[in-house]
Structures are given as C-alpha cells and as structure tokens.
C-alpha cells in the first residue's frame, strides 16, 4: 500500500476572525488537511489593536486575536476534537493556546483530544523574526511551562515547534540552520528537566512531543541532505543525552514551509517552479520526509496572497502526492555514496557549531553574547554580495532578465489581495466593546493571580486560563507579566560584521561620494539612521542595509526592531543624522512613514530625506513618492551598492549640492 501523504497546510489568516474563519472553511473543502493560523503582529507580541504601537499593523500579516471571544469566531462551525491546528505563536503562545483550549471546551472538546502544534520557539525569535517580549530568561520559563502542562494534560499536542525555518529566511547556511535549532532544542530540554514539573519517566514523552518547523530551500539536494543529516543527529542527540529508549519517541518530527528567502518580485512566474523543487526536498527521502508542508504562494514577494494564489500552492502538493507515484517505495537514496557523504559533511559541521554554542553556555547564552545573531548577519551578507556580483545566480533578477510581459503580473494592484482598509477600526470597536462588557473585577483578580504566579516558580498555565475564562484581553495578559518579567531588545548583530571585503570600482565610487558629501557639508560623516517603525521584527533587510550603509562610509546609527515614530523622529534629531531609512515587510508603510515624515517636519528637519523599503505594491510607492518620500526600493532592487548611490544622491538634492 502507498505511503499516507503529509498533512497538507497553506499559512493563513487575516482582517478578522470572521473572515479568516471563511478562508479555513473554503481551503478545508477544497481538501486542505489542516489549519496553520497567521495571527497578526500585535497578538503575537502582546499589545491590544488600540495600543499605539499597533497602529498600522493589525489585521496585516495575520488575524487579530486579542480574546477568547476572537478565538471563538475564528473556529466557529470548524469541530477542533478533528483538526489539526499549526499556530505560529511564540512570546504569547501560551495565552493562544489557553484560549484555543477555552474554545474547543466550549465547544464540548475535552483538551485531551486536541491535536495540534504552537511554535513557541523563542529563541529563535531573538535571531531572525523579532516578535520576542521578554527577556530570554523569562521566555524560556514561559516555554518550560507550557511544555510540562500540555505532557500532562494535552497529550497529543506539540508544545513546541523548533523553527530553522526562520534562521534560513535570516541567512543561515545549512550547517547553522542544524546546529543552531538543535542548540534551541538542547536548552529546552534541559531547562525542562531542570524545572522538575515532569517526572524522570514521563520525560521520554517531552522528547516525543518536541517538532520541528524548517526551511527548505531551492538548491534541493542540499536541502534533503540536510533533512537527513537532522533527523540522524536528533536520533543521537535524544538517545545519547536524554537515554530516549522508545524509537518512537526519537523520531524526529517535522513541518516545512519551503523557501520565501529565495522568492523574486523580478518574473515572480519563476516562483512556482522554485516552490516546487523546494518540495521535493523534503519529500522525496522517505526517512527524511517531512510530517506537514506548507507551501508560499507565488506572489508572496509582492503583497499579500489571493485565496486562488493559495489554492494554486496547495494544488501542487496535491498533484505530488496524488498523481506521481512518490508514495509507492522505500527510500530511493539509501546507498548513494553521493548522498550519504553530503549528510555526514553536514553531520560533522553541525555537531562542530553545536559544541561552539554548548561551551557558550549554550543557545541562551549564545544569544545573549550576540555571538548567533552577528553569525546569521554576516552569512546573509555574503549571500548578498554573491547575488551582486552574479556568482549566485537568481533568474530574472541578476540573469536573464529579459521577459516578455506577464499575463500575471498585468495589473499589478489586482495580482495581490489588498488588506481591509476597515480591519483595523473594527478591531479597535471590537476590543473596546468586549471590555465594556465583561466583569472588570474578576479581570482584575484573574491578572493580579498571573503576576502573583509569575513571581513563583509555579507553573503559569493554569492562572493564564482563568484571566482568558474571566475575559481579558492579550494586551493585557502580556501587560501583567511585563510588569514582573520586563522587556528586552536583542543585540542587533550589525556590530562587527563586515559585508564587503574588497571594495570593487562601483563601491570605491560611492564611498568617495560619501565623503565628498560629508565634506562639503561640514566636514564630517554622512550619518544614516536605519529605522524599524511599528511591530514588525523581520529586520534582515534593515541589517543588510545598515551593514552596507558602513561599507560605504555612512555612520550608521540602528537601534533594532519595535520602535514607534515619535522615538525614530527623536533618535533622527538627537543624532544630527542626514538621511533616514524606514523598513517595512509588514504592510504598515501607509500609516507609518507618514507618521514619520510628519514627525520629522515638526522638528524642523525637512531637508533629512526618508527612503523606505519592504514589501510595497507599485500603487502604494508611487503614492508614497508624490507625498515626498525620496525613494522607495522593494525586494526587485537587490543592489545594496546601487542603493547607496541612490541615498548618497537624494542627500545631496535635500541639501542644495547638485
């Protein structure tokens, strides 16, 4: 008999509940297997829809979920006690998955017969996608916890997602993305064993219930290998440092989202056929296979998906599973002296940077020196500076560019969905009308009950469900505990890295025009202020740019990620700078430039030019453009030289010199 496919996933969720509870059902019957949710940016780092620092950012990447009301619309008529619910939740995924317990309870579902993954990876958080809240210490007690109650209470749950996925899209190279994530596990477990909530005999069933999330990119054999090299090291890791002894309870487990990294703006047609040997990177060794794909929609590079974009994603793993004959025998690589040296290469190479990050300290440790962060910045910015000088080839980005027009791309504002303009005052409206209505007293006392816990070394779960029983909201759950835990900002990885070594003629221009510039201006360094408005933590392009920024002679002043307009508008006054640069992945760039750019006009600095960056519809940039923003630059600009030809030049329009 044939193998059983993977469960079949696409990553979605948007608005609100209401219309993110369509699209599950819509995808569900077109023969989708499971339910990953995206939540957006202020659920997943604990502010409600009317805090300030969610303003742009709600509804965006992800669906609103503030309260257990929202997670009840979210799955209304969808039986939780039959799905299997993937939720991409880190620093609040233990308030998500108290309110998805609190929801399938209502509807009659014994948490017992929950089936399901949270992320809740936060180490990796602190590396790559920045919706981290707490310091590490404090966010590894709030995993240790999670862990301990779901072993004991929702047995067939993960708890745990380890996500290499996010390490890649930041850089890593295959060797980074095995040591780094199995580093994550190892500080996990051991913090687990440490805490004493599981005993010694049900510690087998932590291991057991510990999944990975990867990435699989375009260079497919690599990537295989890669999967075979983890799922060999993961079996030595639990028998030889946890005595894992049931095999079942080694296996290791895994879900993959292949490649978004690797997705071109520039003949974004070519994002299929790469999506599809991504796949087959993690599905064509059985022994390496993964559990649950997910795959990115072709236009991902250009705004947010359509249901159709979706559909087409999941159609092609449909066809995989369902029309080839993939599923019908064993492994097809066992005995390949090929393969098999490729995996021992990247066995050898992991097992070396696990034991560099071990005498660390370890990965908490590891973050906190910086030391992984700055590993990952400069791995990005040499497959950067590869792509420019063509030694990486992409195609229809730095080889054969030539392209004949594309049916699909014909009307660009129609080949993405645009975001509800409205979602994000509904979801105010909404929060505001579901405090008025509860019991504001036994909020209160449900909160002070999570600050009391948190202050104990008493598993936090069980005082997290009452505060979502009682009715209160994420903003406020993470509120309590920031009072207790406080908050962190991570090291920025900027510092030291250098992203060109030698400097070729284009470069050595550019740095001479810089000092020109500097010069003729008083005599000193252009500064460049590199600034992360709103709530989004995917910073890789704000690092690369700040590293080049150095390269080419600016005084780059970056404070990393989360930051609102009025502290960039100060930092850009307090710094004297000469340019500002907003980045922006996450849809919020209309609200938030300008934010900004009025901020900067109030304190009087008109002629500091603002350049911006992200993933911006050609609609949105022009529009941007005739309100003043000096350039716009999107994934298709991959010159980082050229870029800073462009700012070097907007600079000295701004100040008269041309």
């Known amino acids: 008999m044939p193998d059983k496919p993977w469960v079949m996933r696409t990553y979605a969720g948007h608005s609100s509940a209401a219309e993110s509870n369509a699209l599950y059902r819509r995808n569900l019957a077109k023969g989708q297997t499971g339910l990953s949710v995206a939540f957006d940016l202020p659920t997943q780092t604990g502010y409600d829809p009317d805090h300030v620092l969610s303003r742009g950012e709600v509804g965006k990447v992800g669906v609103p979920i503030p309260h257990v009301g929202a997670m009840r619309r979210l799955f209304q008529d969808i039986p939780l006690d039959e799905m299997n619910t993937s939720m991409t939740i880190n620093a609040t995924a233990m308030w998500l998955l108290a309110m998805y317990q609190v929801a399938a309870e209502e509807q009659g579902v014994d948490a017992a017969a929950l089936a399901g ?15 981290y809240v707490f310091p590490p210490e404090a966010s590894m007690r709030l995993t240790t916890d999670m862990i301990a109650y779901t072993v004991n209470n929702i047995p067939k749950w993960n708890p745990l997602n380890i996500s290499s996925y996010h ?62 090299a983890f799922t060999q090291l993961w079996e030595e890791i639990a028998r030889e440092r946890y005595g894992v002894t049931d095999e079942k309870m080694r296996r290791f487990r895994y879900g993959v989202q292949v490649n978004s990294l690797g997705l071109t703006e520039a003949q974004p047609e070519n994002n299929v056929q790469r999506i599809v040997l991504e796949m087959l990177g993690v599905t064509l060794s059985k022994r390496a296979r993964a559990r649950a794909v997910q795959l990115p929609a072709w236009n991902e590079a250009l705004g947010l998906p359509r249901p159709w974009d979706q ?39 992991a097992k070396a940077e696990i034991d560099r990050v071990q005498a660390m300290g370890g990965a908490v440790a590891a973050v906190e020196s910086g030391y992984m962060k700055q590993a ?48 994000e005052a509904n979801a105010i409206a909404d929060v505001q009308q579901w405090r008025d209505q509860r019991d504001q007293a036994a909020v209160d006392e449900a909160l002070a009950r999570v600050q009391a816990v948190a202050k104990t070394d008493e598993n936090l779960m069980e005082a997290t469900l009452a505060a979502v029983r009682a009715g209160a909201t994420v903003g406020e759950w993470a509120g309590s505990l920031r009072e207790v835990f406080g908050e962190y900002r991570a090291p920025t990885g900027v510092g030291g890295v250098v992203g060109v070594t030698e400097a070729g003629a284009e470069l050595t221009a550019v740095r001479e025009e810089v000092r020109r510039t500097g010069e003729e201006l008083g005599g000193r360094r252009l500064r460049f202020l590199v600034g992360k408005p709103g709530l989004d933590g995917h910073s890789n392009g704000a690092e690369q740019v700040a590293v080049r920024a150095r390269d080419a002679g600016f005084e780059v002043i970056y404070q990393g990620i989360r930051l609102t307009p009025d502290q960039i508008v100060s930092a850009a006054v307090a710094e004297d700078v000469d340019v500002v640069g907003l980045s922006i992945l996450s849809g919020s760039h209309m609200e938030l430039v300008p934010d900004v750019q009025r901020g900067l006009s109030e304190a009087g ?50 100040n008269g010199l041309d």
């Not at 792509?387 to 004949?404: A, H, M, Q």
């Not at 600095?605 to 005739?626: F, T, W």
């Open 605 to 654: 600095l008109d002629n500091v030019p603002i350049i911006v960056g992200g993933i911006i519809p050609d609609s949105d940039g022009r529009k941007l453009e005739a309100a003043g923003i000096a350039a716009v630059f999107t994934p298709k600009d991959f010159g980082m030289t050229d870029i800073m030809g462009r700012v070097v030049a907007e600079i000295r329009k701004a």
């Open 117 to 131: 993954t949270t992320q809740n990876d936060i180490i990796k958080e602190y590396l790559s996608r920045g919706t």
């Open 376 to 423: 990952l910045v400069s791995s990005h910015a040499e497959r950067r500076a590869k792509i420019e000088s063509g030694e990486l080839k992409v195609v229809g980005v730095n080889c054969y560019t030539e392209t004949e027009p594309s049916p699909l791309t014909e009307d660009l504002d129609a080949a993405i969905m645009l975001a509800d303009p409205q979602a």
């Open 311 to 349: 559909q087409w994603s999941l159609r092609l793993q449909q066809v995989l599973a369902f029309e080839s004959d993939l599923l019908e025998y064993e492994d097809i690589f066992d005995g390949s002296h090929v393969i098999e040296a490729k995996v021992n290469e990247l066995a050898e190479g």
């Open 167 to 228: 390490l890649q899209e930041a850089g890593a190279t295959p060797v980074q993305e095995l040591a780094f994530s199995l580093s994550t596990a190892i500080a996990v477990l051991d913090a687990v064993k440490d805490s004493g909530q599981v005993p010694e005999d049900k510690f087998e069933k932590v291991v057991g219930r510990i999944s990975f999330f990867v990435n699989a990119g375009v260079r497919f054999i690599e990537e295989m290998c890669k999967m075979r």
